[in-house]
C-alpha cells in the first residue's frame, strides 16, 4: 500500500502543483511580458515538457489508485465514498487532458509550424480554459482523497 499511496500522490502533486504554476503564475506573467505573436513559440515547449509528466500522472493515477482498491481495500464496493467520487473525477480530469492534448495542443503545434499567430493564440486560449477547469478538479480531489477518510 505505501509504494502505491506514494506514487500516486506524487503523481497528484506534479500534475495539478504544474496546472496550477502554468494557470496562477506563468499565466499572467506571460499576459504581461511577451508579446502576443511569441507566445505560440513560448507555450508549446513549455506546455511538451510538462505534458510528458501529466502523461506519467494519467497513467500512474488509475494504475496505484486500482491497486489500493483492489489489493488493500477489498474492491470498489468496501471503499469510502471518497474513493468513488476521487474516481469519477479523476476519470473526467483525464478525459479532458487527453483532449487537450490531441485537439488544441497538436493544433498549437502545426500553427506554430505554419507561422499562424491568430490560430495559434485561438488555441492558447482553449488550452487556458481546459486547463482552469482541470487546476479545479484537481484541487477539489486532493482535498477529497487526502481529507475524506475523516469525513
Ligand atoms: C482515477 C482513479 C483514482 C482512484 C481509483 C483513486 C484511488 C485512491 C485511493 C484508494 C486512495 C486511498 C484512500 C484512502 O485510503 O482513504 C487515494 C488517495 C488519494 N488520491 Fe486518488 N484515486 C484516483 C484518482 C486520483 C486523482 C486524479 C488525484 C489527484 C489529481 C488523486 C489524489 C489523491 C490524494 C491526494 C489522495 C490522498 C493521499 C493521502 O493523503 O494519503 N487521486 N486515491
Do not use: K
Not at 34 to 49: F, I, K, N
Amino acid at each position: 500500500m505505501s509504494v502505491w499511496i506514494a506514487l500516486h500522490v506524487l503523481a497528484a502533486v506534479v500534475w495539478v502543483g504544474g496546472m496550477f504554476f502554468a494557470w496562477q503564475c506563468m499565466r499572467p506573467a506571460v499576459g504581461e511580458a511577451v508579446a502576443p505573436e511569441q507566445r505560440p513559440a513560448l507555450w508549446y515547449p513549455t506546455l511538451s515538457r510538462f505534458f510528458r509528466w501529466v502523461w506519467a500522472a494519467v497513467i500512474i493515477l488509475p494504475v496505484s489508485g486500482y491497486m489500493m482498491v483492489f489489493r488493500h481495500l477489498g474492491g470498489m464496493s468496501q471503499a469510502g465514498w471518497h474513493v468513488h467520487v476521487m474516481q469519477a473525477l479523476g476519470i473526467v480530469m483525464i478525459l479532458l487532458f487527453l483532449h487537450v492534448f490531441f485537439a488544441p495542443y497538436r493544433r498549437l503545434g502545426r500553427a506554430l509550424e505554419s507561422d499562424d499567430t491568430q490560430d495559434g493564440l485561438h488555441r492558447i486560449g482553449q488550452i487556458r480554459r481546459f486547463v482552469g477547469i482541470n487546476l479545479l478538479l484537481g484541487l477539489v480531489v486532493v482535498v477529497i482523497g487526502a481529507a475524506g477518510r475523516y469525513l
